[in-house]
C-alpha cells in the first residue's frame, strides 16, 4: 500500500476517517438489508428454497459440472499455450514467412469475439461436414482465441529476456534454436508463469460459454438443473459462489508466484 | 455477399445495438472505475476493502454468469428492467473491475512528489486525487484502457447469448435463415475487427497526445 496520497492523520483527519468508516460500513450494510428484504419480499428466502443445496446429490451433480468445467479448461489452456507459444516464436522469427501470419492472426484473433467463434465452430463447421463432439466445439473456439493471448504473454516474455543471455549462447556455438530452447526459453517461461495463471483464469471464465454450446460444464449444468427445479436464483447464486471461490484461488496463486519473483529478483539485485 | 446485402437491416440494428451497448457501458464503466480507484486508494481501512471486495468479486465471476443472474434472476426477486439496460448495467459493473485495476496501477506509478507536493498546498485527499492525481494516473493508463474497450467491445456479444439482439446474435439469427455462415459470420467478424481497428486508432492517437515522458 502506498501511502503517496495520505500522511499520518492528525487528530481532525482521525474524526474525518472514523466518519467515513461508519459510512462505508453503513451504506454496505443497507445495500445488504435491502437485497435480503427485496429476496424476502418475493419468498425467495423460504428455508424450502434453499434446503436443496445442503443435500450431497445437489452437491455431486454441480460438482460433476465444475469437473467438466475444470476438463474443458485444462484442455483449452494446454492446446492454447502450445498453440500460442508457437505463434509467439513465429511472431519473433527472422523469417516473414513466419512473422507475418503469426502476426495476422494474433490482431484478428484479438478482435473478435469468442461467442463468435462459438457460432462459427456450431453452425458453419458442420455445414463443410465437421461436426465436432460437444467437448471440442467448446475447446476449439476456446483455444482459438486464447492462443492469441498466450502468444503475446510468450512473445512478451522472450522480449523480457536480456539479449546477452541469447548472444552469449550464440557465442558459444549453440545454434539460434538450441539457444531459444536451453537458454532463453526456460528463464521466459520462469517470468510468465504469473500472466499464464492469470490469463486460465480468463480461460476457465469462458468456460462458461458451455452455456451456449449445451456442453454440461458447471454453468450449463445450473441452467439444467434451475429449469427442473424452479430455482432459478438459488442455483445461479450457487454458481456463482463456486466459480468465484475457484478463480479466486487461481488468482491468489498467481498474486503469490509474482511475489515470490519479485522477492527472487530483490535478492538477486541485492547481492549483485 | 448477397446474403449480408439481402439482410442489411436486420445486421445493421445489429450493429447499432452493439455501438449502444458498448458506448453506454463503457461510459458506465468507466464513472464506476474511478468510483473503485478512489476507494482503492483512500486512507480509510473500510473504504478500502470495499474497493478491493469489488474488483476481487467481479474480475474472478464470469460476465455470462452475472448476465445469465441478472437475465434471468432479477425478475424473481421482483426487478423487472429493460433487456437492454439490464445487459448495459451488468457489463458496466463487470469491466468498472478492470478499469479501476487499471486506474490504480496508473496511481501507483504517478511519481510520489506529486501527491507530497499536493497535500503540501494544502490541497485535501478528494482535491489532490482529483486536480493532481487522476489526471496524470488517466495519462498512463491511456493503452490499458484502450484494451480494455476492445475487450468491453468482445464482451458486449455475451449479451446476445441472453436474448439482446446485437450484432453477433443478429449474425446468428440471419444464419439460421440462409444457412450461409461464411459471408456472414465472416462480415460480423470484420465488423467487429473495424471497431476494435477504429478504438486502436483513436487510442494511438490520443496516447500519442497526453502521454507524459518521464
Same mark, same amino acid.
Given at each position: 500500500?502506498?501511502?503517496?496520497?495520505?500522511?499520518?492523520?492528525?487528530?481532525?483527519?482521525?474524526r474525518?476517517?472514523?466518519?467515513?468508516?461508519?459510512?462505508?460500513?453503513?451504506?454496505?450494510?443497507?445495500?445488504?438489508?435491502?437485497?435480503?428484504?427485496?429476496?424476502?419480499?418475493?419468498?425467495?428466502?423460504?428455508?424450502?428454497?434453499?434446503?436443496?443445496?445442503?443435500?450431497?446429490?445437489?452437491?455431486?451433480?454441480?460438482?460433476?459440472?465444475?469437473?467438466?468445467?475444470?476438463?474443458?479448461?485444462?484442455?483449452?489452456?494446454?492446446?492454447?499455450?502450445?498453440?500460442?507459444?508457437?505463434?509467439?516464436?513465429?511472431?519473433?522469427?527472422?523469417?516473414?514467412?513466419?512473422?507475418?501470419?503469426?502476426?495476422?492472426?494474433?490482431?484478428?484473433?484479438?478482435?473478435?469475439?469468442?461467442?463468435?467463434?462459438?457460432?462459427?465452430?456450431?453452425?458453419?463447421?458442420?455445414?463443410?461436414?465437421?461436426?465436432?463432439?460437444?467437448?471440442?466445439?467448446?475447446?476449439?473456439?476456446?483455444?482459438?482465441?486464447?492462443?492469441?493471448?498466450?502468444?503475446?504473454?510468450?512473445?512478451?516474455?522472450i522480449?523480457?529476456?536480456?539479449?546477452?543471455?541469447?548472444?552469449?549462447?550464440?557465442?558459444?556455438?549453440?545454434t539460434?534454436?538450441?539457444?531459444?530452447?536451453?537458454?532463453?526459453?526456460?528463464?521466459?517461461?520462469?517470468?510468465?508463469?504469473?500472466?499464464?495463471?492469470?490469463?486460465?483464469?480468463?480461460?476457465?471464465?469462458?468456460?462458461?460459454?458451455?452455456?451456449?454450446?449445451?456442453?454440461?460444464?458447471?454453468?450449463?449444468?445450473?441452467?439444467?438443473?434451475?429449469?427442473?427445479?424452479?430455482?432459478?436464483?438459488q442455483?445461479?447464486?450457487?454458481?456463482?459462489?463456486?466459480?468465484?471461490?475457484?478463480?479466486?484461488?487461481?488468482?491468489?496463486?498467481?498474486?503469490?508466484?509474482e511475489?515470490? %519473483?519479485?522477492?527472487?529478483l530483490?535478492?538477486?539485485?541485492?547481492?549483485? | 455477399?448477397?446474403?449480408?446485402?439481402?439482410?442489411?437491416?436486420?445486421l445493421?440494428?445489429?450493429?447499432?445495438?452493439?455501438?449502444?451497448?458498448?458506448?453506454?457501458?463503457?461510459?458506465?464503466?468507466?464513472?464506476?472505475?474511478?468510483?473503485?480507484?478512489?476507494?482503492?486508494?483512500?486512507?480509510?481501512?473500510?473504504?478500502?476493502?470495499?474497493?478491493?471486495a469489488?474488483?476481487?468479486?467481479?474480475?474472478?465471476?464470469?460476465?455470462l454468469?452475472?448476465? /445469465?443472474?441478472?437475465?434471468?434472476?432479477?425478475?424473481?426477486?421482483?426487478?423487472?428492467?429493460?433487456?437492454?439496460?439490464t445487459?448495459?448495467?451488468?457489463?458496466?459493473?463487470?469491466?468498472?473491475?478492470?478499469?479501476?485495476?487499471?486506474?490504480?496501477?496508473?496511481?501507483?506509478? /504517478?511519481?510520489?512528489?506529486?501527491?507530497?507536493?499536493? %497535500?503540501?498546498?494544502?490541497?485535501?485527499?478528494t482535491?489532490?486525487?482529483?486536480?493532481?492525481?487522476?489526471?496524470?494516473?488517466?495519462?498512463?493508463?491511456?493503452?490499458?484502457?484502450?484494451?480494455?474497450?476492445?475487450?468491453?467491445?468482445?464482451?458486449?456479444?455475451?449479451?446476445?447469448?441472453?436474448?439482446?439482439?446485437?450484432?453477433?446474435?443478429?449474425?446468428?439469427?440471419?444464419?439460421?435463415?440462409?444457412?450461409?455462415?461464411?459471408?456472414?459470420?465472416?462480415?460480423?467478424?470484420?465488423?467487429?475487427?473495424?471497431?476494435?481497428?477504429c478504438?486502436?486508432?483513436?487510442?494511438?492517437?490520443?496516447?500519442?497526445?497526453?502521454?507524459?515522458?518521464?
Open positions: 500500500m502506498s501511502t503517496m496520497l495520505f500522511d499520518e492523520p492528525g487528530p481532525r483527519a482521525r474525518r476517517m472514523r466518519v467515513a468508516t461508519v459510512l462505508g460500513a453503513l451504506a454496505t450494510v443497507a445495500l445488504a438489508v435491502l437485497a435480503v428484504r427485496q429476496f424476502a419480499a418475493n419468498g425467495q428466502l423460504d428455508a424450502a428454497r434453499w434446503q436443496p443445496y445442503a443435500t450431497w446429490p445437489m452437491w455431486r451433480y454441480l460438482l460433476t459440472g465444475l469437473g467438466s468445467t475444470a476438463l474443458a479448461a485444462v484442455v483449452s489452456a494446454a492446446l492454447a499455450m502450445a498453440f500460442g507459444l508457437a505463434l509467439g516464436l513465429g511472431r519473433l522469427s527472422p523469417r516473414r514467412w513466419a512473422r507475418v501470419p503469426a502476426a495476422g492472426y494474433v490482431e484478428v484473433v484479438r478482435t473478435v469475439p469468442a461467442l463468435l467463434l462459438v457460432y462459427v465452430v456450431l453452425f458453419a463447421l458442420p455445414r463443410y461436414g465437421l461436426d465436432l463432439p460437444l467437448f471440442w466445439k467448446l475447446v476449439v473456439p476456446l483455444s482459438v482465441s486464447h492462443a492469441a493471448s498466450f502468444a503475446e504473454i510468450f512473445r512478451a516474455g522480449l523480457s529476456v536480456e539479449r546477452g543471455q541469447s548472444e552469449a549462447g550464440l557465442a558459444v556455438g549453440l539460434p534454436g538450441r539457444t531459444m530452447r536451453l537458454i532463453v526459453l526456460p528463464q521466459a517461461a520462469r517470468r510468465v508463469l504469473p500472466s499464464i495463471v492469470s490469463q486460465s483464469v480468463g480461460l476457465l471464465k469462458d468456460t462458461s460459454l458451455g452455456f451456449v454450446v449445451s456442453y454440461t460444464e458447471l454453468l450449463y449444468s445450473s441452467k439444467v438443473l434451475a429449469n427442473y427445479n424452479g430455482l432459478l436464483i442455483t445461479y447464486i450457487v454458481v456463482a459462489l463456486v466459480y468465484l471461490v475457484v478463480n479466486m484461488s487461481l488468482s491468489k496463486l498467481a498474486r503469490t508466484l511475489a515470490r %519473483r519479485r522477492a527472487v530483490r535478492r538477486r539485485t541485492t547481492r549483485a | 455477399m448477397s446474403v449480408i446485402l439481402d439482410h442489411l437491416p436486420e445493421w440494428q445489429g450493429l447499432v445495438v452493439t455501438l449502444q451497448l458498448t458506448a453506454a457501458s463503457f461510459l458506465g464503466a468507466a464513472v464506476l472505475g474511478v468510483v473503485v480507484t478512489a476507494l482503492r486508494v483512500s486512507p480509510v481501512r473500510v473504504l478500502r476493502a470495499i474497493g478491493t469489488y474488483v476481487e468479486t467481479f474480475q474472478n465471476l464470469p460476465l454468469v452475472l448476465l /445469465v443472474l441478472a437475465v434471468f434472476g432479477l425478475p424473481e426477486i421482483g426487478i423487472q428492467a429493460d433487456l437492454l439496460v445487459a448495459i448495467v451488468v457489463i458496466a459493473v463487470y469491466e468498472a473491475a478492470y478499469i479501476g485495476e487499471a486506474l490504480r496501477s496508473g496511481v501507483n506509478a /504517478v511519481s510520489k512528489g506529486q501527491g507530497e507536493a499536493a %497535500r503540501a498546498i494544502g490541497l485535501t485527499f482535491q489532490s486525487l482529483r486536480h493532481v492525481i487522476l489526471p496524470q494516473a488517466l495519462r498512463t493508463v491511456v493503452q490499458p484502457l484502450g484494451n480494455i474497450f476492445i475487450a468491453l467491445t468482445m464482451n458486449t456479444a455475451l449479451a446476445g447469448a441472453v436474448g439482446v439482439i446485437d450484432l453477433t446474435a443478429a449474425a446468428n439469427r440471419v444464419n439460421l435463415v440462409e444457412a450461409q455462415p461464411i459471408p456472414i459470420f465472416v462480415g460480423a467478424g470484420l465488423a467487429y475487427a473495424l471497431l476494435a481497428a478504438a486502436g486508432f483513436v487510442t494511438g492517437r490520443l496516447e500519442k497526445k497526453l502521454v507524459i515522458l518521464r
